[in-house]
């Protein structure tokens, strides 16, 4: 079986000959790019030049080496600009990690150094900061913060892929489904949460849902419409060259959800349905759904509308028990995920990372619809040991 039947057959909760594997394959499966040349480092692999492609979260591009070592069974088919107007469709140059290792980074990657710590910025102004001691950087620029009236917003326009972008998406998807066997993975638009925040900001999002919901809903219905034309055009980019389409949407936090599912149901469902079905009815693509924290209260209705897969199955939040999961909806979901409390393993040491990740692959692989990852990005507190035997339990026990 190859990595892209593998991971198929675990959407289609079929029989696999192995337990399909991710690694980087996502942004919210990943690694970050300090952990990950520890990691090359540790393994010897000094041929590597870590890529940094994600400057949000500082993530590195997980090379064919480290794919094969470990039997990865996806690529990831970058976005041509990565968050904070990063393009990386116009290739490399040296430069460094946070921690000041040589890299290769995007071409227009320059954060500068000031009084507070760093800041990207794009036509003068400043998108995103990242404190001295922080491992990322996060947003400060949101374009629709001080507009809330409809007329206003009427007049707000949002970007679809240029020719430069989508050139970009259909060489790489060509070139990566030519050289590999891996299930293939693209992020698209299509956040009904995090998109109106990225725009809004959370605060401020969350607050017009309640006190402004005509003003939330015409906002989310340009979202969808965008979304919409977005996808038409990477799915004629792509021409069949990819798999699976990845779409991160918070909704919930460690002690439940962030909004009340009352309030998701009637304004943001609506609106995931219409998109999920749109691209159901014009691909083959599989949906993965990123969402944090607890959202055991709203997994029926992610099924109903057509997710695929729900990632990271973040263990450590409320009422996400993984065997009661799988009971009442690993039949009608695959959990891409699920394995390991990060904040345990740091303490653990390797028989009780054994023990534990296996103890939860004896439930999440039963009778399929099951992806080993981690949950969420590798961070650089992880030391390489622990991310090498990590990836190297399922070949070693099954």
Known sequence: MTGRERILNALDHKETDKIPIDLG??????IHSIAYKNLVRYLGLNNIKVKLFDPMMQLAVVDDE?????????????????????????????????????????????????????YISHNEKILARRGKSSYYFDS???????????????????????????????ENSRTLRKNSKSAIIFSINGSFREEPSDLRGFENFLMDLVLNRKFSEMLLDKILENDIERFDSFMEAADGNCD????????GSNLGLLISPDIYRSIIKPRQKKFFNYIKSKSNYKIFLHSCGSVADILSDLIEIGVDAINPVQISANGMDIIKLKKDYGKDITFWGGTINPADMIKMDNNEIIDDVKRRIEVLYKDGGFVYSYNHNIQPD???????????????YY
């Open 382 to 396: 992880i030391v390489p040991e622990k991310i090498d035997l990590f990836f190297k339990i399922p070949r070693l």
């Open 244 to 251: 699976i389409v990845k779409i991160s949407d918070d909704y």
């Open 66 to 118: 480290i794919v094969n070592f470990y039997e990865i069974d996806t690529k990831k088919l970058l976005r041509p600009i990565a968050k904070f107007s990063t393009y990386v469709y116009e290739g490399w140059k040296d430069g460094k990690l946070i921690n000041n290792e040589e890299a290769l980074v995007p071409l227009n990657y320059n954060p500068i150094e000031d009084s507070k710590g760093f």
């Open 25 to 30: 394959g996502t942004s919210v499966s990943g």
């Open 140 to 170: 400060v620029y949101f374009p629709l913060k001080d507009i809330s009236d409809i007329e206003e917003l009427k007049k707000f326009k949002l970007n679809n892929y240029d020719d430069e972008e989508l050139s970009f998406i259909k």
